[in-house]
């Protein structure tokens, strides 16, 4: 077996189809877009490189047939904001073959120990934490927009070479016309009875307010969770403006306080029940396919990509209120079947409480892993949020 550095286009491209033949015979693998994986790959497109670094491989046999593939990564940023310097590994890919697998982990490792890292994160982005991150474990589905859908043996590899479970990622689902538990519905009946709360759907025409509303609340109810950075005006602008081709107005949802910015529930169309359609690819006719499964209505799954409630309201009903305010404007439309909530890592009790209360399930978990280079170094769980 031979390890080669993706430098040429030719060995970019066979990093993006390996999975393609791996998967073949899977009919719950979505491929992804190829732009969206190689975009992670390039300066131009990945912020990232401002303050990191990248490279990635692909792994041949002897008749010189890609066998596997992966990336290794630093984040400058928050490298050294843990107690052994950690980098990351990601877009891993093989056959069931654990010399082959131990050679791209070998590959990750080294090049990690010559950045003087100490450890190293896995399966995760170079990039943000919401796209690409953990190894999947359970769950018999489909897999969500950007979240990684993985073969079996994947996991008895990574344990085997050393890795050990840094935080376990869990997504939630649940029927769209699901009533609220009686609990929390009557919570949330005081909350919305209060006039100092008001609610409110995303207008496109009002972009801008709601990027600023989305920031504000972001800022405070996310930047202490380790690993998370806070967010500028420009971000959130950025983010808006890229979700603008496939908003659904009516599920991205906002609460306010005395008109100050106090939660958000943002969800979208799940993007994969459309993409899986196109066969990797947004080109001319890739957009036609699109825009005609948009407008068939497709999709009959609503995706949570985030939800934030501010400190000082959060355990009060906000939660629920703010689901409640949603729900009456969706499920009296039938539009969607599905809402499932994606990405709620065990460190936050808090937000699994929130899924938990309002009658969603666990129906996939992924898993990230830390591989620490010195043995004798005490391995620690990511830290629990309270």
């Keep these: 077996m031979k390890i080669e550095e993706v430098k040429s ?131 018999e589905l489909e897999p969500n927009y950007c979240m990684p859908y993985h073969k079996k043996y994947y996991k008895d590899f990574f344990e085997k070479y050393g890795f050990k479970l840094y935080f376990e990622q869990y997504t939630y689902s649940m029927p769209v016309q699901t009533k609220l538990p009686q609990i929390m519905q009557d919570k949330a009946d005081r909350i919305a009875r209060n006039p100092a709360f008001s609610f409110s759907y995303f207008k496109k025409k009002e972009l801008e307010k709601y990027a600023d509303d989305f920031l504000y609340i972001y800022n405070k109810a996310w930047s202490k969770h380790e690993g998370v950075k806070g967010m500028n005006k420009v971000q959130a602008m950025s983010i808006f403006k890229k979700m603008l081709p496939i908003l659904d107005e009516e599920i991205l949802w906002f609460a306010y306080h005395n008109q100050e910015p106090a939660g958000f529930f943002i969800m979208i169309p799940e993007l994969n029940q459309i993409f899986k359609h196109l066969n990797g690819k947004l080109d001319a006719l890739g957009k036609v396919k699109f825009r005609y499964h948009q407008w068939r209505k497709t999709c009959k799954k609503m995706f949570g990509v985030a939800f934030g409630i501010i400190p000082e309201h959060q355990g009060k009903g906000l939660e629920g209120a703010i689901v409640m305010a949603a729900a009456h404007k969706v499920q009296p439309k039938a539009r969607y079947d599905v809402f499932e909530m994606n990405w709620i890592g065990d460190f936050n009790p808090k937000m699994m409480h929130i899924c938990e209360s309002v009658g969603a399930q666990v129906v996939k978990k992924h898993f990230t892993y830390r591989f620490l280079f010195d043995s004798t170094k005490e391995f620690k769980r990511a830290p629990i949020i309270y």
């Design 9 to 139: 286009p030719e060995q970019s491209r066979e990093f993006i189809l390996f999975p393609v033949l791996l998967y073949k015979q899977d009919t719950l693998w979505i491929r992804p877009l190829d732009k969206d994986v190689e975009e992670i790959f390039h300066s131009e497109s990945n912020k990232f490189f401002r303050h990191g670094e990248c490279v990635r491989w692909i792994l041949r046999n002897n008749d010189n047939k890609v066998i596997g593939r992966v990336a290794a990564f630093i984040n400058k940023k928050t490298a050294k904001t843990f107690e052994q310097p950690t980098g990351g590994m990601g877009f891993f890919e093989c056959i069931d073959d654990y010399e082959a697998a131990k050679l791209l982990f070998d590959a990750c490792l080294n090049w990690n120990k010559s950045k003087e890292m100490e450890a190293m994160d896995g399966p995760i982005n170079f990039g943000e934490r919401d796209k690409w991150w953990g190894l999947h474990i359970e769950g």
